[in-house]
C-alpha cells in the first residue's frame, strides 16, 4: 500500500542480530533517529527494537493496551544488552486518528517516576496508515 503525502512507508524486517527492526520510509528507526539526533547511546548498536525484546509492545503499538513508559509513550528502542530500559529507553506517544496512526513526541523516556521526557530537536513524529501499520504488525509473532 502507497503512503499518502502526510504519511510515511511503515514496516519491521529482522536485523543482523535477528531481532525486529522499526523500518520508516525504509530507513532503520534506530539509524534514522542517530543520523538526526546524534544519539550519545552508542549509535544504533547499543539499541534494539522493542518490538519482541519487551513483552507487550506489539499490543502496545497496536493501542490494544496500556503505554509502558511515563507520560503516556510506548517504548520503541530499549538497550540491546539487556532489553530493557536501563539508560532511558526511547519512545513515543502512539496514538490514532482516523485513518492515520502518529508516533509523536518522541525522546527518552523513563519507565517510572516523575523525571520527565527528553524529547527530540529534529524527528519529533512519523504518520503511517492505519491499515499499512496494522497489517505489517499483524505478521510480526510476538506478543
Known amino acids: 500500500m502507497r503512503a499518502s503525502a502526510s504519511t510515511i512507508d511503515f514496516d519491521v524486517a529482522r536485523s543482523a542480530t535477528g531481532a525486529w527492526d522499526f523500518l520508516i520510509g525504509s530507513q532503520s528507526l534506530a539509524r534514522r533517529l542517530d543520523k538526526h539526533e546524534r544519539l550519545e547511546v552508542e549509535g544504533p548498536q547499543g539499541l534494539v527494537s522493542a518490538l519482541g525484546t519487551v513483552p507487550g509492545t506489539k499490543s502496545r503499538l497496536l493501542l490494544e493496551s496500556e503505554p509502558d513508559l511515563t507520560a503516556g509513550a510506548t517504548a520503541l528502542l530499549v538497550c540491546a544488552v539487556c532489553g530493557g530500559y536501563d539508560g532511558g529507553p526511547i519512545g513515543a506517544r502512539v496514538e ?27 524527528v519529533t513524529s512519523f504518520a503511517f496508515e492505519w491499515e499499512q501499520y496494522r497489517g505489517v504488525l499483524a505478521t510480526v509473532s510476538v506478543s
Do not use: N, Q, T
Open 96 to 122: 490514532r486518528h482516523g485513518d492515520i496512526v502518529v508516533w509523536r513526541d518522541l525522546g527518552y523516556y523513563p519507565d517510572v517516576g516523575d523525571d520527565v521526557p527528553a524529547l527530540f530537536d529534529r
